[in-house]
């Protein structure tokens, strides 16, 4: 038996509740964890909320988390016991002390990077890869909007954007949050709360626009990252933090200069076990180089994971948050 956070029904940071479940032996290609750190991601809301609806519930929670190999089902290579391991990826119900996960979705963990590090950071960095990377691959010279730019993914992607010779505009929920942006490489910060952020854009870009908006804010800045763009700029929504993008007209791509828009999931540029380690690869590469400092700068224990939640919708958690099991 271990325990983990389940949900019952759909709804608030309290639906939350921490139980006690079974976890048995891996079956052929699993492994069974015990779990050091877990990854607290916007994602998990999501699911909480009932945005991104479960199969069935009650459900497990949480996609991302570190920890030991304890025991190796049939099958699984190049893995043993004791080996230190994190995924990014899910499956859910990574919110648990112990867990059975299969053996393909796991990464070893490099020797320099700590457990703590890697379980809050997977999801996010390799969220960050494919975004500047992949989906867009920006260019020395680029100009980018990045929303929530002092937040988990916000973090991690100023100091590589920077790294990669963009200049980068990021916008935050306050002062505080503008000071960690800049600190991380952000050239310029909009606090988006008290300042019209498109036309800042404007007057930082001498009325051209930027070439790509990294938008994961969702329903109350799309409209106006379209207005940020340059013509034929790449519009990347990758996030709801306040809302879904309600629809749009095809022909409102057109009237604003003829944009891309994609609307993408890491699981879309992780799907083969050969992708998912190129981009934990690269990650672990921009991490261990020290391009990208991970800051930790919220732990909550396991069981307060309801507290967490609270914190991280009411914008009170900046870079990277982790949850520590009790064991
Ligand atoms: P963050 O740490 O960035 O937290 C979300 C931030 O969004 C807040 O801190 C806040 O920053 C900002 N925000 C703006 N409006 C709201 C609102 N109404 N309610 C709450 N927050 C708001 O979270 P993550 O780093 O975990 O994730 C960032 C975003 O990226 C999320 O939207 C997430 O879903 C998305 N994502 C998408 C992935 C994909 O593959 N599609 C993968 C990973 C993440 P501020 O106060 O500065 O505005």
Redesign the pocket.
């Known amino acids: 038996m271990t325990k983990a956070i389940r949900f019952h029904e759909y709804g608030g940071p309290e639906v939350l509740k921490y139980e006690t479940v079974e976890v048995g032996q891996p079956g052929p290609g699993e492994i069974r964890l015990k779990q050091t750190a877990i990854g607290?991601?916007?994602?998990?809301?999501?699911h909480r909320t009932g945005l991104y609806p479960q199969a069935n519930l009650p459900s497990g929670i949480g996609l991302e988390a570190a920890g030991v190999i304890e025991a190796v089902g049939a099958g699984v290579k190049d893995l043993h016991v004791g080996d230190r391991v994190a995924y990014g990826t899910g499956p859910i119900g990574s919110y648990a002390e112990h867990r059975l996960i299969p053996a393909s979705k796991v990464i070893l963990i490099p020797e320099r990077i700590s457990d703590n590090q890697a379980a809050s950071m997977m999801?996010?960095g390799?969220?960050t890869e494919?975004?500047i990377r992949r989906t867009y691959c920006v260019q020395p010279g680029d100009t980018v909007l990045l929303?929530?730019?002092?937040?988990?993914?916000?973090?991690?992607a100023s100091q590589w954007l920077n790294h990669l010779g963009a200049t980068v505009i990021g916008?935050?929920?306050?002062e505080e949050?503008a000071e960690i942006?800049r600190s991380k490489g952000c050239h310029h910060t909009i606090n988006?709360?008290t300042e019209n952020f498109v036309e800042r854009v404007k007057e930082l870009t001498d009325g051209k626009g930027v070439n790509v908006v990294y938008d994961?804010?969702?329903?109350?800045?799309f409209m106006g990252s379209l207005d940020c763009l340059k013509v034929r700029g790449t519009m990347v929504t990758?996030?709801?933090?306040?809302?879904p993008v309600p629809p749009i007209e095809p022909l409102l791509l057109n009237q604003k200069g003829g944009l891309y828009l994609t609307?993408?999931?890491?699981?879309?540029?992780t799907g083969t076990h050969s992708d998912l380690v190129a981009s934990a690869k690269s990650l672990f590469s921009v991490v261990s180089s020290g391009v990208v400092k991970i800051d930790i700068n919220q732990s909550y224990p396991l069981s307060e994971a309801s507290k967490a939640h609270q914190d991280?919708?009411?914008?009170?958690?900046?870079?990277?948050?982790i949850m520590i099991p009790h064991h």
């Open positions: 607290l991601n916007f994602i998990d809301v999501y999801l996010q390799m969220t494919y975004l929303h929530a730019a002092a937040g988990g993914v916000g973090s991690i916008t935050v929920g306050s949050k942006a988006y709360k994961s804010v969702g329903k109350d800045t990758f996030g709801n933090a306040s809302g609307r993408p999931s890491l699981a879309h540029y991280l919708e009411a914008r009170k958690t900046t870079g990277s948050t």
